[in-house]
């Protein structure tokens, strides 16, 4: 169907954990524990649509691509984007100073740099004109609404990919896409604030001293730790799940995978998802997320991308892509490098 043809990247500022964490929560020893040595803060007057354009014209500069040859643009948004009722698609194809293009926009959190790909598949099969797609997925905290070290367990970081996808390209070709939801948690990570519901926070109210993510987690299982226990298991069989599945549905047997890139979090939650298919630390994203942090919608694509500039990927290795995001989503793509 289509394969990537090259990456593009943007990242913010580089921050070391232990000199920082101090600044976002009162226990930084617990961040540090996490396992992460440094992350990505994006300068306060850099936006999250100036990132996406950094790594398009960085994909697209070293495909020798320039914007007349792209068909279609799609912009994988996992944070809150500049403004409500604002295409960010649009914003970058204006950015990048195109007149008139098809554009497509994707909210589903972290998972969406990933499910995107199934999605541009169904895009080129039902419009066959359509050749190259420039597919940037970017994560920009806003530290008004969300402490990016509280979140959840994953230090959340600033940055962007761009991949350029070209039908028929021979070397990192997409084979499938699966996905499903257990819409019974899907508020467990939501923002409070800046929406319809509450567009104002209360008087005093600071992301800097909100409850944390975690929290919200415990309450919905009444801090009972033999109900929270079974969905921590149920988390690990949903990861194994949705990644069999994609296999199925590319017709690959799961012991052809040779690279699993989860989300960018601990080592150790890496390697819950790598273990049930022999996948040993160094053929996944656990020492890259030590260095880049959490990037939501960006981890995956960019861990692909980096581990395949520095040639670690070899020709006809196939790698699943994969996560959990809001919602609560599961979701894996395969690459087959």
């Not at 226990?27 to 850099?46: K, L, N, Q, S």
């Not at 298991?233 to 549905?249: F, G, M, N, P, Y």
Request: net charge negative; aromatic share 8%.
């Amino acid at each position: 169907m289509f394969g990537i043809a090259g990456f593009g990247y943007a990242f913010g500022v580089d921050q070391d954990v232990r000199l920082v964490a101090a600044d976002y929560v009162p226990d930084p020893e617990r961040i540090a524990r996490m396992g992460y040595r440094t992350f990505h803060r994006a300068p306060d007057d850099v936006t999250a649509t100036d990132l996406a354009a950094r790594a398009a014209r960085d994909a697209l500069d070293g495909a020798g691509c320039g914007t007349a040859d792209l068909d279609l643009l799609v912009v994988a948004v996992s944070e809150l984007p500049e403004y409500p009722h604002w295409d960010s698609s649009a914003a970058l194809a204006r950015e990048l100073k195109i007149d008139k293009i098809q554009t497509l926009l994707l909210t589903e959190g972290c998972a969406c740099g990933v499910t995107g790909l199934g999605l541009v598949a169904g895009v080129l099969a039902m419009q066959p004109e359509i050749e190259t797609v420039l597919f940037v997925a970017v994560n920009r905290v806003s530290e008004f609404h969300r402490n990016r070290m509280t979140v959840n367990t994953a230090v959340h970081s600033d940055g962007a990919v761009a991949a350029l996808l070209r039908r028929d390209h021979p070397r990192n070709r997409w084979l499938a896409t699966e996905q499903f939801t257990d819409p019974e948690f899907c508020d467990w990570f939501r923002t409070d604030y800046g929406g319809a519901v509450a567009p104002v926070p209360p008087p005093g109210w600071s992301s800097a001293t909100a409850s944390a993510g975690a929290e919200r987690v415990h309450a919905h299982f009444d801090k009972n730790p033999r109900r929270l226990r079974a969905f921590v298991d149920a988390l690990a069989d949903r990861s194994t799940e949705v990644i069999r599945k994609a296999c199925d549905r590319a017709g690959v047997d799961p012991a052809e995978l040779t690279h699993v890139f989860a989300l960018n979090e601990s080592a150790d939650a890496i390697a819950d998802v790598a273990r049930p298919f022999g996948i040993p630390h160094e053929r996944t994203n656990a020492g890259l997320s030590a260095i880049h942090g959490h990037m939501g919608a960006v981890d995956q694509l960019a861990m692909l991308g980096l581990r395949w500039d520095r040639g670690d990927l070899s020709p006809g290795d196939l790698a699943a892509l994969t996560g959990t995001s809001i919602g609560m989503r599961w979701y894996c793509s395969l690459i087959r490098v």
